[in-house]
């Protein structure tokens, strides 16, 4: 698959959305008929668990590993770990051994371009590779910048975190300026919003306001509800838990603006060829 799509899910503000909005993207994508890999880059492995692998630090392989083979050029089989969700969806997943890892980064060669070196020994079996990035802006987050193709940034809508995305954005344009040329932002995901609080509509014009002439605001909110709150615990995605609520229509919806934005970028790749 020439095509695949690596999109890293990233905001080094905790409490976002962002492993909520990695699981139910790439589900919504599989329910599409893509090809996902999931990618848990956040040493707390919480994308891992949320998908119902609990006991992250007896998994025979992880992240660590698979980026430790491509440091020592001993990466024989790279698909060997990848784990199968019932949903359709696949996961590298992650545990606490990718702290360790994460510091020993620092002082390896070619540091911001290990994740990356890996996924493309198997990006050829995805249509989508979907990284959860960690709420920092260390070294995996580098990483996970260095490995995409774009960004989506889950925001929540309680106020507006100008100081975060200025980082963000900081961070984003030296990842492409020095590392990754290509690296693009898909869009602004709103997570977390009630739409009866003044707070949560004067934050969204906010956004509007000072990033909206720039980077794309996706017309999808995802609202606040308990359901998205209890699903982390079950081991499924919102569809499977939880299909009629408002959270699983609203990540239905966004699934499908990142799916037709993906083709837009499709057909102008192949009208830049030609």
């Not at 976002?16 to 008929?33: D, E, F, S």
Request: hydrophobic content about 35%; proline content about 4%.
């Amino acid at each position: 698959m020439p095509n695949c799509n690596t999109i890293a899910i990233c905001n080094q503000k905790g409490g976002v959305g962002k492993t909520t909005t990695t699981v139910n993207l790439g589900v919504g994508l599989a329910m599409q008929g893509k090809k996902v890999l999931l990618v848990d880059a956040d040493p707390q492995g919480d994308l891992t668990t949320c998908l119902g692998w609990q006991d992250t630090d007896n998994l025979p392989v992880a992240l660590s590993d698979k980026m430790v083979e491509v440091m020592q050029d001993k990466c024989k089989d790279p698909l060997k770990g990848i784990l199968h969700h019932k949903e359709g969806v696949d996961l590298i997943p992650s545990n606490s051994d990718l702290f360790d890892f994460e510091i020993s980064l620092v002082t390896a060669m070619n540091r911001e371009a290990i994740l990356r070196n890996y996924l493309n020994e198997v990006k050829h079996n995805y249509d989508y590779i979907i990284i959860d990035c960690s709420p920092s802006l260390g070294m995996m987050t580098l990483n996970a910048l260095s490995a995409a193709d774009s960004v989506i940034i889950p925001v929540q809508a309680h106020y507006l975190p100008a100081k975060c995305m200025t980082q963000l954005m900081r961070t984003i344009t030296k990842v492409k300026k020095h590392i990754n040329p290509k690296l693009s932002i898909d869009g602004i995901l709103l997570t977390l919003v009630d739409n009866r609080t003044n707070l949560a509509k004067s934050t969204i014009d906010a956004l509007r306001e000072n990033f909206g002439s720039y980077i794309k605001i996706y017309n999808t909110y995802i609202p606040i509800a308990i359901k998205a709150a209890e699903v982390s615990s079950k081991g499924k995605s919102i569809y499977a838990y939880e299909p009629n609520s408002t959270v699983s229509k609203a990540y239905t919806e966004f699934s499908k603006e990142v799916l037709d934005d993906g083709r837009k970028k499709e057909r102008l790749h192949s009208a830049q060829v030609r």
